[in-house]
């Protein structure tokens, strides 16, 4: 689809439904300023000057999902107790919300309280109570949910293991979805994925996806190969695996068995928060789904949201308007034009990351998108030197594999390498002579 074709959609998400079964908990936040020590023991003194109280777990797939415009049936359970009669508030409060959240007396209300100064967190403490939910309230659950189905399109299970979704009861609510023909989307968080068997999709994090299939996840590659193995250990259609702050990798299966591997870039940032990201994520994708988009479409405009969210501090939902903002013609890619001295600056502060930069040599010739490509899978970030902001600085910034376009840095010279202090430089041609300067800081050069 096209960059319109896909703002098109981001509108249409307005006209979706979605019901999201999973845990709901409470996220507080206090904040506060730091100016002393305490004289009763060697910890900070947290001057508290304001709270703020959201929605957390799958609660907060819900408030992303409000945020994109659709229409939410949101079934949980909660504790008769203050935390649960604030989440009821909370969810109760949002637009296009149809809340059943269910109470089981004696439950705790999972509670999570950060204590904050200055961006930096001090302290968590986790109130919670994780013993799966009473039989009897189990079968009202199954029941309302099970009704709720025919009135939305994509059902998202959202799984924190705290536990609403235990036992048997993802498998009843799966059959379900399936006898009215409704997609199924599966948060989970750990545990075994058997549970969740037949579903359409499931969203695992890395370390989740490692854990569950015993597989290395280091790069694009042992990622898509871990999330093939879980796909036909369960049978599931396909698995979609967050790789922040890079992007996501979609294994699909296709009608004939044969399986799709496709790669999405989100937009690089130097700022990455990853609170709230996996949410952003899953709800994007249902409700994309809950408009008829392809599995492909959602990924990237999850891709998209991943890269959004990342730059926010904390837990913050994605907007529609933020998903069209990225959407418009052109402006990523004037993002990521920069000059020379301020490129030279992004990559130090990305080395100090960690993260291996990458420097293509364009020498004013057009770049097939596969050596792009293969650049960018051989680095973290990928730089590409361009002579001025000219027809080939627009032609590679638009290219999502493209983190960063440096005008006035189209050669390979000494000089320039020595400031970049590129990883790994991709060349034309082999080059003895760069490849030797390369070894002073430990890079490298690949001809291509």
């Not at 059943?100 to 509670?111: F, H, K, Y």
Request: net charge negative; charged share 25%; aromatic share 2%.
């Amino acid at each position: 689809m096209t960059p319109a074709q896909l703002a098109d959609a981001v509108r249409a998400m307005a006209r979706g439904a979605v019901l999201v079964v999973g845990d709901a908990m409470v996220d507080r936040y206090v904040h506060g300023s730091v100016s002393r020590i305490s004289p009763e023991a060697p910890v900070p003194v947290l001057t508290v000057e304001r709270e703020v109280v959201l929605p957390g777990g799958a609660g907060n797939v819900v408030r992303n999902l409000t945020a994109l415009g659709a229409a939410v049936a949101f079934v949980s359970v909660v504790g008769d107790d203050n935390a649960g009669s604030d989440l009821t508030g909370l969810i109760g409060g949002q637009p296009r919300v149809e809340p059943w959240l269910l109470v089981q007396g004696g439950r705790t209300t999972t509670t999570k309280t950060r204590f904050v100064s200055g961006g930096q967190h001090l302290l968590r403490t986790d109130r919670e109570q994780a013993a799966p939910i009473h039989p009897r309230l189990a079968d009202r659950l199954v029941k309302i949910a099970s009704d709720a189905v025919a009135a939305t399109t994509t059902l998202v299970l959202s799984d924190y293991r705290k536990g609403v979704l235990a036992g048997d009861i993802p498998a009843r609510l799966i059959a379900s979805a399936r006898a009215a023909n409704r997609r199924v989307v599966v948060d989970p968080k750990g545990g075994d994925h058997g549970r969740f068997a037949g579903a359409d999709l499931i969203i695992p994090e890395p370390e989740e996806l490692a854990g569950a299939t015993g597989m290395p996840v280091r790069d694009e590659a042992s990622v898509a190969l871990a999330a093939s193995q879980l796909l036909r250990a369960h049978d599931f259609r396909a698995v979609l695996v967050p790789r922040a702050p890079d992007g996501l990798t979609l294994v699909e299966r296709e009608a004939d068995g044969s399986e799709t591997v496709r790669h999405f870039r989100a937009e690089a940032s130097e700022v990455h928060d990853p609170a709230g990201g996996g949410d952003a994520v899953v709800a994007v994708v249902a409700a994309g789904l809950a408009t008829g988009l392809s599995l492909a479409s959602v990924a990237r405009l999850a891709a998209l949201a991943l890269g959004i969210v990342s730059r926010k501090s904390g837990i913050a939902p994605v907007r529609a308007e933020e998903l069209l903002e990225g959407l418009a013609p052109g402006r990523t890619a004037m993002r990521k034009l920069v000059s020379l001295p301020l490129a030279a600056e992004v990559i130090e502060r990305w080395r100090h990351r960690g993260w291996r930069i990458g420097l293509l040599q364009v020498n004013g010739q057009p770049i097939p998108e596969s050596i792009t490509e293969q650049a960018r899978r051989w680095c973290d970030r990928l730089l590409v030197g361009v002579q001025d902001e000219g027809e080939m600085a627009g032609l590679m910034a638009a290219r999502p594999e493209v983190d960063l376009v440096a005008i006035g840095a189209d050669h390979g010279g000494e000089d320039l390498l020595r400031l970049l202090r590129p990883d790994l430089l991709v060349a034309p041609a082999p080059n003895e002579a760069l490849a030797e300067l390369l070894r002073e800081w430990g890079g490298e050069l690949r001809a291509v």
